[in-house]
């Protein structure tokens, strides 16, 4: 099985700052990989995926995530902060559950604060 | 409405009760997924359908867990004599495609509290 690993409970960045926000998963097969976001009192939102397409992948609100199968990663990056970035992001990647079905497999998550 | 929908929001029941939460998802999806998410902890997968179809119900931790779908839209997660360690959030996700394609659109989730 595998395992998704946020490096980080809780990061603050200052306004306007470089965020990133680490991801590690375990596989030896190139995986989907995802992003979702929490923001207070919000269901999880979709942020982008890697699907085995341009490793590079762009989201939305300005961030992006490169996946690197050398070092099994899939970190999140956005160059500027914003206050609204505020919120809870979670990592995930599919893989077959018992039953054989693809599900997704969510990482502890990072909870993101911003300082004006 | 245009989202999913779950309630009750909050729910509080003593220990040994049974209780029913309710998901609505987006009108037209045919993927629903029940997901738990204990305090501090990232969501972990209960159960899926496909219409009215329950494919996967391997990440139920016990018996006492029960979902339906029975017409497709509306789904139904129950817990029997429910115990402290069934006290979390209990995500509801729905999509348009299966779970491969990973773009689940969640609602707030209902909180469980077991006294």
């Known amino acids: 099985a595998q395992s998704v690993t946020q490096l980080g409970s809780h990061v603050s960045v200052s306004e306007g700052a470089l965020v990133l926000l680490r991801c590690n998963y375990s596989s030896s097969v190139p995986p989907y990989l995802f992003w979702y976001v929490q923001y207070p009192n919000q269901g999880l939102q979709l942020l982008l995926k890697?699907?085995?397409?341009?490793?590079l992948v762009k989201g939305i609100n300005g961030f992006e995530a490169e996946f690197k199968k050398s070092e099994t990663s899939f970190h999140l990056t956005k160059p500027s902060a914003h206050m609204s970035d505020a919120a809870e992001y979670f990592c995930?990647?599919?893989?077959?559950?018992?039953?054989?079905?693809?599900?997704?497999?969510f990482g502890k998550g990072t909870k993101l604060s911003v300082i004006p | 409405g245009a989202g999913v929908s779950q309630s009750p929001r909050y729910k509080v029941a003593k220990r040994g009760q049974d209780v029913a939460l309710r998901c609505d998802p987006i009108s037209g999806h045919v993927s629903l997924f029940w997901y738990q998410q204990a305090l501090g902890q990232g969501p972990e997968f209960l159960t899926y359908?496909?219409?009215?179809?329950?494919?996967?119900k391997s990440g139920l931790p016990s018996d006492r867990f029960f979902a339906e779908r029975p017409e497709g839209s509306v789904s139904t997660l129950k817990i029997q004599r429910t115990q402290q360690e069934d006290s979390a959030v209990y995500l509801c996700?729905?999509?348009?495609?299966?779970?491969?394609?990973?773009?689940?659109?969640f609602g707030e989730g209902s909180r469980l509290t077991v006294l």
């Open positions: 890697y699907t085995s397409a341009a490793t």
């Open positions: 359908f496909q219409n009215e179809a329950q494919l996967d």
């Open positions: 995930a990647v599919s893989e077959r559950s018992g039953a054989g079905s693809y599900q997704l497999t």
């Open positions: 996700a729905s999509s348009l495609g299966g779970p491969l394609t990973g773009e689940l659109f």
